[in-house]
Nanobody, 118 residues
Framework: VQLQASGGGSVQAGESLRLSCVAS???????AAWWYRQAPGQERERVA????????TYADFVKGRFTISRDAAQNTVYLQLNNLKPEDSGIYSC?????????????WGQGTLVTVSS
């Protein structure tokens, strides 16, 4: 299983981006998904998550601005980033719990860079 994250870019404060995390390979279902971010010199922090029943959770600092969603048919998880702030800048990575039909394992994407200027 491989994950490909994309959608990052350089934007102005207040603008939006949509990140995508596409899974390919032997995939029966995506049972859970997480988005993380890491700013330079800082620890990685979890931004959003979605469970197998599409229940979502968000870090307090993105509530009301970011939305995680999933397209099961496309094996893709999205993170919509609205009203971006300079402090949202960082490398955003996705992680998926993938069920192959026999086992569930966690996989990571390579990350996509988001830069927000004021």
């Amino acid at each position: 299983v491989q994950l490909q994250a994309s959608g990052g870019g350089s934007v102005q404060a207040g603008e939006s981006l949509r990140l995508s995390c596409v899974a390919s390979g032997n995939i029966k279902s995506i049972n859970a998904a997480w988005w993380y971010r890491q700013a330079p010199g800082q620890e990685r922090e979890r931004v959003a998550s979605m469970s197998h029943d599409y229940t979502t959770t968000y870090a307090d600092f993105v509530k009301g601005r970011f939305t995680i969603s999933r397209d099961a048919a496309q094996n893709t998880v999205y993170l919509q980033l609205n009203n971006l702030k300079p402090e949202d800048s960082g490398i955003y990575s996705c992680s998926l719990a993938v069920f192959t039909g026999t086992v569930t394992s966690i996989h990571w994407g390579q990350g996509t860079l988001v830069t927000v200027s004021s």
